[in-house]
Structure formats: C-alpha cells, structure tokens
C-alpha cells in the first residue's frame, strides 16, 4: 500500500519551461542598456540552448553569453546575481497543483519532495509556488550532500518517512534521475510527460497533475 507520494520540483510540479522564458525576458528589460545590441529573441534562445534544461549552472552561461554576444558593461557574476535573486519572482506553477496537493493529504498520503539543484536556489523557488507546508520532507541535493540519481538520496527520504521503498511512489519528468533512480530500488514510479523526454520503464505516465490520485488508486488495486 502506497503512504508517500515524493516528488521531484523542476518539470513536475514547476514549470521550469514557462518560468525561464518569464525571467530571461524580463531580464533582457532590465538589463536593455548591455543587451539591446543583440535581439530579444536570439539573447532569450540562446541562453535557453546554453542552459540545456536546467542541467548547466548560470555560470557558465553567462560566461558564454557575453564571450558569444559581444555584451559590455556588465560581468557575468553580475547576471549569475541577478538570476539567483531574481529567478523565483517567474515561477510557474503546472495547472492545479495546490488542490492537487491538498487533495493527495486529505487521502492521507504523506508528501515529500527531492530534487537536485543549489540549496537555497530551489527553496526560494518552493517558497515562490506557496507549496513548502504540503510537504512533510523536502531534500535538496546541495544540503544532502548527494544528487538523483544516486539511490542513497531516495534511500534517505524514506528513513525519514519511515517507510519502505514499495510503500512509497516517485514522480518525475526525468527517465534515468527520477524514473530509473527510484525504481532501481524498489519504489513505484510516475513519469511526468515532457517533450523532452520519453521514458517507458515507469509503473505509470501522466499528462497533468490532477491524474496523481487515479494512478495511485491503480497502483495500490494491483498490489
């Protein structure tokens, strides 16, 4: 029987595609004075490339940015600043997550989250959505010491809960640092669709968040 539902942040339950393309436009806006050499468009596509889905860290786009872009009058520690600072105000929320949330808890089912990312970074995002009361144990790489898809991550949110790997579910867009990872252990998994990935090993697939419930119910019938 499924008691914990854990979820991962970027792609699941944040819109990470929607909110980077809110916080570099407003970025290029900002910053007009150092940027308006370069189109709108190029500067916000190209960072969206040298991002590579969240898996580079601002530092290096940045840094690459300004080589590639010929940008004067401003360093890349500057933007990285300001992208720390400035990110969380773009947060979006996938549709209905929080009275997906408060249905899950009102089910009795415990709610965790890990995900991989800078430790303050990813709170100040969670804190931004209005989600981090759902949520019973949050473990984010950086503090933990240890990132997906390392088993010892999943392995120590479930000492927390108390709670054995087949009494728990994953759900991820990720197929190796979500689906695999959990899965590898023994937990059930629910792979997020996303565009970017396909992934064919989860025990079940979603479009939108407000299905969780269904899955779980189905996951618990065939147990």
């Known amino acids: 029987m499924i008691k914990v539902v854990i979820f991962d942040l970027d792609g699941?339950?944040?819109?990470?595609?929607?909110?980077?393309?809110?916080?570099v436009d407003e970025q290029y806006n900002r910053l007009d004075e150092h940027v308006k050499h370069v189109p709108k468009a190029f500067f916000s596509n190209r960072f969206i490339e040298l991002d590579a889905k969240g898996y580079v860290w601002k530092d290096r786009v940045y840094q690459?940015?300004?080589?590639?872009?010929?940008?004067?009058?401003?360093?890349?520690?500057?933007?990285?600043?300001d992208y720390v600072t400035n990110f969380?105000?773009?947060?979006?929320?996938?549709?209905?997550?929080?009275?997906?949330?408060?249905?899950?808890?009102?089910?009795?089912?415990?709610?965790?989250?890990?995900?991989?990312?800078?430790?303050?970074?990813?709170?100040?995002?969670?804190?931004?959505?209005?989600?981090?009361?759902y949520f019973e144990e949050l473990l984010i790489s950086e503090w933990e010491g240890m990132a997906k898809p390392n088993p010892a991550i999943f392995y120590k949110a479930l000492a927390r809960f108390g709670v054995s790997p087949n009494e728990a579910v994953y759900i991820g867009d990720h197929p190796k640092n979500d689906i695999q990872a959990a899965k590898a252990i023994g937990m059930k998994t629910i792979w997020k669709k996303s565009q970017h990935w396909s992934c064919l090993e989860a025990d079940g697939e979603i479009d939108h968040l407000q299905e969780i419930s269904e899955v779980v119910r189905r996951l618990n019938t065939e147990n």
């Open 64 to 81: 690459q940015l300004i080589e590639e872009l010929e940008i004067e009058g401003i360093t890349w520690q500057t933007l990285l600043e």
């Open 88 to 133: 969380n105000k773009h947060c979006v929320p996938f549709p209905n997550l929080t009275v997906v949330l408060k249905n899950l808890a009102k089910q009795s089912l415990r709610l965790g989250m890990i995900t991989n990312g800078r430790g303050q970074f990813q709170l100040d995002n969670i804190l931004s959505l209005k989600i981090r009361e």
């Open 12 to 23: 699941t339950l944040l819109d990470r595609d929607s909110s980077l393309l809110a916080f």
